[in-house]
């Protein structure tokens, strides 16, 4: 619900309270503001001009030399390319120097060869959505009323300064779905009146019920039906008030009798509908279930098959509405209308919603009635709206209402103590206090000692039980006022699991190594189920999917990373990192339901490093991957039971991918996607990763342990090796330590060669070797005895030379 903060002021004094402060108080009394929106906040300098004359441009088909009075002491000269700017208009110019949103600034300029000191303005280039403008001004400039003063500023005349202030409301809350209805709130939460509107409807000799009878067949889903009858419109616009009390609310405006209808809709929260009576094709108005079958155009042209749970009204024949949704285009008011038949309904929740669902038409009016409406305003409702179109569209009020009625709505009685209250909301409240927030809710409550028996009014049908007073007392009260305390008795205090701390971390890492968490769909399509799959099982299919797009649960998470990664591509950001840690579903024999296993995964393309000013730049690459996995692994602190080695993985590039082992346990895999993959993805390269969460989260590490600083020197051995093509650093790595025993600290890789001066089916790979002893300093023979073994083992074991 959109709430106008300058409309609420006619019914609230709101004096004293600015619209974030109204915001913030009706948030903390139980209904969330979800914003507070200022249109023209940025909007300066733009005022009402008059368009004295208006020319063809000299050297521009579609451009037009306007001279335009701007309240200032000399017209000034503006080139406007709008097709509907005319001689003798009112608009609204932004003059140099003027803001528009955006911080767009208007400056002097040059079109074509001729000065243009402004602009003329339409209502899109004031910050209006482009669907609320009415059609007349939708492809062009916006033109006020010839009483429009020139000069005056355009924002206020256009409401556009006004703040919007956009409630959340729950499902049992339909009271605030109106302005009246925010105002009973409002005026509870500040402790002050409501000013309801005044109806004085002056009414002709003629009687409505000549023109027109009611008859409801079907009672239960329509107990109260009144059909008025206005006579000798005039179809035009609505007022300028009028018109923007709809725009700030999200309605489109049309003409003076919809929006007249529109705007009773949001002041009392009661939809109504008008007919055009001549249209209508008879003199009477029949409410029924529709027939099986039956056919019917709604007002968005589009035709409709009806069913018998449907409620339609009709002219006794046809259908001329589906009842609390949509009217029909039979009996639509145009401009040549003269009779409207104003209908004011009371429609049951449940048959709208039913209608509203079936046809997938949801609006304004079934939303109300789907939620409930307050029966004591269906009949004030239309006459509100009559007394309107008598004002503003010069019509002629018949005397009466034709009316049906069988509707029996009483108040509800809800009966409360005093003890109840306060031993619910660990209060001390006094009867004077809880007796003062009923009054300022404006409900009657009789006190009996300490009881309450309080009569609900008809507009707040959510009140049926003591626990809902006991909800209004604490939100008036305020929560803040609620007293805390601490549980008594003997107590475990929380804390995280070590998974949920293990996940934690591993969230805090990866968004610090600079990747963004996605939260995708875990359902997909029969191809995405298996892609990537680390456990390769049947797919678990839904028995009623939304979509063939979202019909299985998932075997892993990067496919649905990659359509991220695709989504984003497509909208030109090529530098991408995302990480998700997210559930699989896999099916066990002899199990009706999946089993849910979480997995960490990660997909990265683009740039990773990147220096302009030294003109450096990194792309991702498959050790930019490993690393940050290297690193999350150490975070975590089981980086030594981790190893990484090649693989062959369906999807994934076949000489750059790795699986990752945990204890020699497989747990997942890192690497590049196939080009093929990334072609039909229209991917560039990109690669990603996926390993099972828990035996990461649950591994059983060493105690922490400690070595003294080394006061002994360590000696380097350097070596390089001639292998086979198809021998694996790793392996080599593994054979070196194992026989290097206890003085061997550490081994790494430093150098691969390849090339020419290399032996067919051969490469020569380079390892740096550490020896070193804590307890003392190593002679060289020493370091040569284990240095020998190693060489002799790499030769045995791997077939390795040494390289001369």
Not at 200 to 223: Q, R
Not at 438 to 449: C, I, K, S, T
Not at 548 to 572: D, F, G, H, M, T
């Amino acid at each position: 619900m959109f709430v106008s903060y300058k409309w609420l002021e006619n019914y609230v004094d709101l004096s004293g309270v600015t619209p974030e402060e109204l915001a913030e108080k009706i948030t903390r009394s139980g209904i969330e503001v979800e914003g507070v929106e200022r249109i023209g906040e940025e909007i300066k300098n733009v005022v009402v001009g008059h368009v004295l004359q208006c020319e063809p441009h000299p050297d521009a088909d579609k451009l037009n030399k306007c001279l335009v009075d701007v309240g200032e002491e000399e017209p000034v000269q503006i080139i406007c390319g709008a097709p509907n700017v005319a001689k003798g208009q009112k608009v609204a110019v932004a003059k140099v120097g003027a803001v528009l949103p955006g911080n767009f600034k208007i400056k002097k300029a040059k079109l074509r060869g001729e000065a243009s000191h402004g602009m003329i303005c339409s209502l899109q280039e004031l910050g209006v959505e482009g669907k609320l403008v009415p059609k007349e001004h939708a492809e062009g400039i916006y033109v006020f009323s010839d009483e429009a003063e020139v000069g005056r500023n355009a924002v206020e005349l256009l409401n556009l300064d006004d703040a919007i202030l956009e409630l959340g409301l729950t499902p049992n809350r339909s009271d605030c779905l109106s302005m009246l209805g925010v105002a009973y709130e409002v005026a509870a939460i500040l402790d002050r009146d409501v000013k309801l509107p005044v109806t004085e409807v002056s009414e002709g000799s003629e009687k409505a019920s000549d023109y027109v009878s009611v008859k409801v067949e079907a009672k239960e889903d329509n107990p109260l039906y009144g059909a008025k009858i206005i006579k000798n419109v005039k179809i035009g616009p609505s007022p300028l008030w009028m018109q923007n009390a709809l725009i700030s609310a999200g309605i489109r405006p049309h003409n003076n009798v919809v929006d007249i209808t529109n705007y009773v809709l949001l002041e009392y929260g009661q939809p109504l509908h008008a007919f055009d009576y001549d249209r209508l094709g008879s003199k009477e108005i029949l409410v029924r279930r529709a027939n099986d079958g039956e056919t019917f155009v709604t007002l968005d042209d589009a035709e409709r098959t009806l069913s018998k749970s449907q409620l339609v009204i009709t002219n006794g024949t046809e259908p001329v509405a589906l009842a609390g949704v949509m009217g029909g285009a039979n009996s639509e008011v145009q401009n040549d209308t003269t009779t409207v038949l104003l209908e004011a309904a009371y429609f049951t929740g449940a048959i709208v919603r039913g209608a509203s669902k079936d046809h997938g038409l949801r609006s304004e009016a079934s939303t109300r009635y789907e939620k409930g409406v307050d029966p004591n305003r269906v009949l004030k409702a239309g006459e509100r709206a009559a007394e309107l179109m008598a004002e503003y569209a010069g019509g002629e009020v018949l005397e009466g209402t034709v009316l049906f009625n069988e509707l029996d709505v009483e108040p509800v009685k809800v009966e409360i103590t005093l003890e109840k209250i306060n031993s619910s909301l660990g209060t001390a409240i006094s009867v004077d206090t809880v007796e003062d927030i009923f009054r300022r809710l404006q409900f009657d409550a009789e006190v009996n000692g300490e009881t309450f028996v309080v009569t609900a009014p008809t507009r707040r049908g959510d009140i049926t039980i003591p626990e809902d007073l006991l909800e209004e007392v604490a939100r008036l009260y305020g929560y803040d006022n609620l007293p805390m305390t601490l549980p008594e008795g003997e107590a475990t205090p929380g804390g995280l699991s070590n998974h949920q701390l293990k996940r934690r971390t591993v969230r805090r890492y990866l968004e610090g190594a600079g990747l963004l968490q996605a939260i995708t769909y875990s359902l997909t399509n029969d191809k995405k189920a298996s892609q990537y799959a680390l456990d390769v099982r049947e797919p678990v299919r839904l028995l009623m999917p939304m979509s063939e797009e979202r019909s299985n649960l998932r075997l892993s998470i990067i496919p649905q990373l990659l359509e991220v990664v695709s989504y984003n591509k497509a909208r030109q950001n090529d530098s991408l990192a995302f990480y998700e840690v997210g559930s699989v579903f896999l099916t066990e024999t002899g199990e009706e339901l999946p089993q849910e296993e979480e997995h960490i995964a990660g997909a990265l393309t683009g740039l990773w490093h990147q220096h302009p000013w030294q003109g450096e730049k990194k792309p991702v690459d498959f050790y930019v991957a490993k690393g940050i996995l290297e690193g999350m692994f150490e975070e975590i602190g089981v980086s030594e039971a981790i190893s990484f080695r090649q693989a062959t993985i369906d999807g994934m590039h076949p000489g750059r991918t790795a699986e990752i082992l945990l204890d020699n346990e497989v747990i997942g895999f890192v690497g590049a996607i196939h080009p093929e993959a990334e072609k039909e993805l229209d991917l560039n390269e990109t690669y990603v990763f996926e390993l099972k969460a828990s035996p990461v989260f649950h591994y059983e590490k060493p105690a922490l342990s400690y070595t003294p600083i080394p006061r002994h020197p360590s000696i380097t051995r350097d070596i390089a090796l001639v292998v086979n093509t198809d021998v694996k650093a790793g392996d080599l790595v593994a054979i070196i330590k194992e026989a290097g025993g206890k003085l061997l600290k550490e081994v790494s890789v430093f150098d691969l060669y390849e090339g020419e001066h290399m032996e067919a089916g051969k490469k020569s790979l380079a390892f740096s070797l550490k020896y070193f002893d804590p307890a003392k300093t190593l002679t060289d023979e020493e370091v040569v005895k284990v240095h020998d073994g190693v060489l002799a083992a790499v030769k045995e074991k791997a077939g390795a030379e040494l390289r001369g």
